[in-house]
């Protein structure tokens, strides 16, 4: 009775957060910089008689929001940065708002504003009394640059939780049964002695030649790593002019695999790699380690409940102006990523925007590539997620298609289905103790002599706050 209680609490809510959200997406931050989002979410919680606990870490927009008391802790996870560059109206063809600007093509402006809108709704159950316990939405800055949340549990913020549910944007419905890749974003600075590129290069140590024998040396060692891991690089600094040789040069790394050893092993090698590629040119080097992150530890537990409040709660289908909208946007998108998504998921054709529920077990223990600092919570806390349908089969994230269709109903339809889920899930968590000690002792087990261990020590500051680095 009150799950269909809570799912009307949530219709009724639907207006105000579906405000909120496209609010966020026409004022896109990038990370670190959220300040609008956060300020929003911040002010509607409040208004609503949330308790607030904001700049955590020192970060500006990091803060968490709580409602009740007692036992058990249920957090929900929220994320609001954008990304650069990727400006884009919801038209579905290519049409920046701004040139360069930002744009909200990983859909954080509904990933965040859902989980408000479950604490909202659960609010009203515990205001009733048919519900007991603390609920938490954590609004998290900086999940594209993968570090906000590892910052975070620095604070602890995480520590005291019974369990934390989190969903991401996707192209179904799908319980995200499956981990995700360690990830370790660093950058090596080297540094050498300007020189007239033409009159005295004998007098000059070029810094872009470290940067480049650097690169060489990582290319050569991927042949000597686990399958399955990812090295990739960017020049961030190459110097200014030819005729200059460059003193300063910094390249900018992410190193993946699928657990933290494999990462740390690989970090290793590079140090040795740069120090090498230093001296050969005559220059020194420094690096700055900007995010290290764990693989997803996942929860059958907690992905159970998610499944079957899915299925007992279907999507409701998209409308024909909808699926007209989605027709026209897929014309921009490779036809072959469009195939291997419909075969993955055995879908029809015809079926563009899937309203149907994916649950498949053989995913478990399996890795996608790709990383979120959204696994460093799932080592400290059993942890669920789950991806709703918000735009057409096909839509790559981190593409303009994204941001324009994250931005109309379609994107609006999944948050709120998204926001449903979790909070049907927390319900059954708050309503059923006997499900969150089950989902901890599955934790436990998993976690066993792994205890958690922040990858950021005291001396990697988020941005903002002045950083140290390590001279070699
Ligand atoms: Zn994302």
Redesign the pocket.
Known sequence: MSKKELVRNLEELEHVTGSLALDIWQHPQIAYEETYASAAQKSVLADAGFRITENIGGMQTAFYAEYGSGYPTIGILG?FDALPGLSQSSKPYKDPVSENGPGHA???HL?GTAGVESVLGLKQLIDQGKVNGTIRYYGCPA??VLSGKTFMAREGVFDDLDCCLTW??GTSNVVQNYSTQAMISIKFRFHGVPAHAAGAPHAGRSALDAVEIMNIGANYLREHLVDGTRIHYSITNGGQAPNIVPDEAEVWYYLRGANRDQVEDMLMRMHDIAKGAALITGTSTSHELLANCYHMLTNDTMDTLNYRNMEDYPMESFTSDEVAYAAILRKSMDPKLIEASRRQLQLDSNDILPTKNFYNIAMKDTTMPGS?DVADVSWITPLASIGTTCGPIGTQ?HAWQATAVFGTSIGLKGMHYAARIMALTAYDLLTEPAFVEQAKAEFIEATADKPYQVGLDETVLAPGTERKEQLI
Do not use: R
């Open positions: 994320e990983c859909g954080h990933l999940e594209e991401h944007p979120t994230v």
